[in-house]
């Protein structure tokens, strides 16, 4: 008998000992390398996630330290109000996971938000309130009361998932007289065009005719390599918001300006003038000028210091010059390509435009940047 009990005390201590040793493992954080543009930090954002304290199935911390691993710089914590499946064995405190979470983010450097998730059926469906000072004073029967008390508060609201299929069974997006009335409050400043793994066209658009920040969110509801280990993307959706600084201050300050782009799916999706930015801080050619005789092929690098892939198709060039008609600038590598005359005979002394279309940087529904390149030519026919 004290030989068994000391076999189990053994294997318990055993086990005990595994445990430690395995939460004791070295983490490592996920450096995204993404230009700082305009001025601005390039901050990787999440501003839709859940925990247990409404139908999440992870404590708050973890969702913390989720963001370290990935490399985001700010998260909203957004747990519904008006759901919370786990209330029979936690109780319905709506500032709980902020309270419980904000120690480890100031330790992780992580900016974190408190927020809470409106959910109502539609219209209005449902609605995001960030930079929430008390998420207990939201609970009110009317949804339009809960939005004044939010602005009261001096929170800000977006419109999560507005073609989400559980209210429009169609998959699309409508706008409806409440969100003219949201409009008009001042407090909605944006919309969410990518919610998880599905995009909206119709949302992206009134963002541009609205004059809204574009956000791209997780909505994570279990550990987030349960919901994305499967996705043949690397990451979570992330906004990505151009701010003087990661404080809580800086990003409301820029949420409020627009200042946001989506980076998901492999494409990077906002306002031309940011994408525009990012794509030249982060691809560069070796030369700007090229001398050959006849048809000798001369090699062209291009650079791409990013953890962004580009898809590039050519639009147009001189036709005396052969560029290539297709480019694919894989992240944090370098491309070389040969560019040659079309013809033996050809004699070309001039700076040549050429334009490419980059197929994965969205500027509106159905439309990419197009980018220009200027290089010296002098091209001398073979004797």
């Keep these: 008998m004290k030989k068994k009990n000391k076999f189990y005390l053994t294997a318990i201590l055993l086990i005990n000992i595994f445990t430690l040793a395995l939460n004791a493992q070295p983490q490592f954080r996920n450096k995204i390398n993404f230009p700082d543009i305009l001025g601005y930090r390039s901050l990787k954002c999440d501003f ?38 786990h209330k029979d064995h936690i109780p319905s405190n709506h500032n709980a996971p902020f309270q419980i979470a904000k120690k480890l983010a100031s330790e992780l450097d992580i900016t974190l938000i408190q927020g809470a998730e409106i959910t109502r059926n539609m219209p209005p469906g449902h609605l995001n309130a960030i930079f929430v000072k008390d998420g207990n004073a939201l609970v009110k029967d009317d949804w339009k009361e809960v939005v004044l008390e939010a602005k009261k508060q001096g929170a800000l609201l977006f419109w999560n998932h ?33 919610n998880a793994n599905i995009y909206s066209p119709e949302t992206h658009q009134w963002c541009i005719d609205k004059n809204l920040a574009v956000l791209g969110n997780s909505d994570v509801h279990d550990p987030l390599h349960f919901e994305w280990e499967a996705e043949k993307v690397a990451h979570r959706p992330i906004t990505l918001v151009f701010a003087k600084d990661s404080s809580p201050e800086s990003v409301r300050e820029a949420l409020l300006d627009r200042r946001t782009a989506i980076w998901y799916d492999h494409k990077i999706i906002g306002d031309k003038k940011y994408l ?90 159905g439309k990419t940047l197009q980018v220009t390149y200027e290089i010296d030519f002098d091209i001398r026919p073979k004797k």
């Design 48 to 85: 839709h996630t859940h925990t247990v304290f409404s139908d999440g199935n992870v404590w708050p911390t973890f969702r913390v330290e989720e963001a370290w691993r990935d490399g985001l710089d700010v998260i909203a914590l957004t747990d519904h109000l008006e759901y919370q499946p």
């Design 276 to 365: 525009k930015e990012i794509y030249s801080k982060s691809v560069s050619i070796d030369k700007n000028k090229i001398s050959a005789i006849g048809r000798d092929s001369k090699p062209l690098l291009v650079t791409n210091n990013s953890d962004v892939d580009y898809d590039l198709n050519l639009v147009s060039a001189n036709p005396n010059i052969q560029f290539p008609k297709e480019m694919k600038l894989m992240a944090n590598r370098t491309l070389k390509v040969s560019v040659r005359a079309a013809k033996e005979d050809v004699s070309v002394k001039e700076k040549v435009t050429v334009v490419y279309e980059v197929k994965n940087l969205i500027t509106a529904p």
């Design 162 to 194: 507005p073609s989400w299929v559980a209210q429009q069974p169609d998959g699309i997006a409508k706008w409806y007289a409440e969100h003219d009335w949201l409009l008009e409050t001042g407090i909605l400043f944006g919309l969410e065009v990518y």
